[in-house]
């Protein structure tokens, strides 16, 4: 595709959030939309995500903001016309702490506020709900029938056509080099196919975005962090398997197939952009399944990849316009669950462009907030 030589929006970064405000910004009847990928959509995070999709989070804004992003997934292959083999199939976390279960308890109180049909569960109904754990530590557990998970690379595919449509540019192949402005105001994006003028850009590059900011001096504390699933052989079919997070050990699972895919986040991961698979995480991921899912580990692990976390100090996402450059805007720092909130994502940063008030507000969100100590840290972080 040829590189405009000019846009009223250039959005950087082509995964789901990209796509999402890309869709929202075209369909809201914005003019000259241009989103640049330099790989292919959704190569990022996007494509190495587990598909989760949930509203079990501590803080309100979080839990609004997933709301109102599973309705939409809800109706995606209607709205759409695409297939995205949503499965709500529940999200289950296991808590063998103390302090974890007041959390919850206290999480599962402000999600109840807002709607989610989320609940505490004693051990017992815990393994009748997932029958592949052992529970003889557990203490609780909270769990949510209207979480689930689906394909991310579908929904990428689904609002990429429905951006073009509308009549957004997306450019694949395209690497952004820098950004120039002039006093507070953007001028244009550089790429290493040529610049693009512009007064508006919007930074959704995931783990990359730190990079993004310097080029126009704004601060986005963004940290990639390595995450890595693999698949197991076929198990029998008729066990029933929600999402399930053992949340001491970060070990989670799910039906794929025939088998399951699991994860775990390793806390000894240290930041960086490494995405070959670790040579320590089977040996960390088999000793968190011999306390959890012993059953398992006769299963053996097969395939999968390694991706990126983008992770801020407080495991919020970052949303919003930068306070020392007019019209450069961002959506990303989702330490996890940006697949969750792309669709609502997309719709606030589309009001924020427009200037128009968001279904809620962001301002917690603001990149800002980490200078004045504004923090309010997200729990329930997998």
């Known amino acids: 595709m ?3 030589s000019s846009a009223n929006v250039v959005i950087i970064g082509g995964g789901v959030i990209g796509v999402s405000v890309a869709y929202r910004l075209a369909e809201a009847g914005v003019r000259d939309v241009v989103l640049l990928e330099r790989g292919s959509l959704g190569s990022g995070s996007t494509s190495r995500a587990a598909g989760g999709i949930r509203a079990q989070f501590s803080d ?3 839990v609004r903001i997933s709301t109102r992003s599973m309705a939409e997934y809800r109706q995606f292959a209607t709205r759409f016309d695409q297939e995205i083999d949503l499965r709500t199939v529940g999200y289950l976390f296991l808590l063998t702490r103390q302090e974890d279960v007041a959390a919850f308890e206290r999480g599962v109180a402000v999600q109840n506020e807002y709607g989610v ?3 505490m569960v004693d051990a ?9 754990v052992e529970t003889a530590d557990v203490l609780a557990a909270a769990y949510s029938p209207d979480d689930g998970y689906c394909t991310p690379e579908s929904v990428v595919l689904g609002y990429a056509r429905a951006a073009r449509r509308r009549g ?3 450019i694949t192949g395209c690497a952004v080099t820098g950004i120039q402005r002039a006093g507070r105001e953007v001028r244009a994006v550089e790429t290493d196919l040529g610049p693009i003028a512009t007064s508006t850009v919007i930074c959704a590059a995931g783990a990359w975005s730190a990079a993004v900011g310097d080029m126009v001096g704004v601060p986005l504390p963004v940290l990639p962090y390595r995450r890595q699933l693999a698949f197991t052989s076929p198990i029998d079919t008729d066990i029933p398997v929600p999402m ?3 949340f001491s050990s970060a070990l989670y699972f799910r039906r794929e197939g025939r088998g399951l895919l699991i994860g775990l986040s390793d806390p000894e991961e ?4 490494v995405t070959r698979p670790s040579e320590t995480w089977a040996a960390k991921v088999a000793d968190a399944l011999a306390v959890r899912a012993p059953g398992l580990l006769d299963a053996g692990l097969t395939g999968g990849w390694a991706g990126l976390y983008e992770v801020t100090p407080d495991h919020n996402a970052l949303v919003g316009e930068a306070a020392e450059v007019d019209r450069f805007l961002y959506a990303t720092g989702f330490s996890g669950h940006g697949f969750m909130q792309a669709p609502a994502i997309g719709e606030i940063v589309t009001d924020l462009v427009l200037r128009r008030e968001p279904f809620i507000d962001v301002a917690s969100l603001h990149a800002g907030r980490f200078s004045d100590e504004r923090r309010n840290v997200e729990l329930n972080y997998v």
């Open 60 to 62: 309100p804004v979080n």
């Open 117 to 119: 049909p989320s609940r």
């Open 2 to 4: 040829t590189l405009p």
């Open 270 to 273: 240290q930041p960086g952009f």
């Open 124 to 132: 017992k109904e815990a393994r009748r709900l997932s029958p592949l």
């Open 168 to 170: 957004a540019r997306l």
């Open 244 to 246: 399930t997070i053992d």
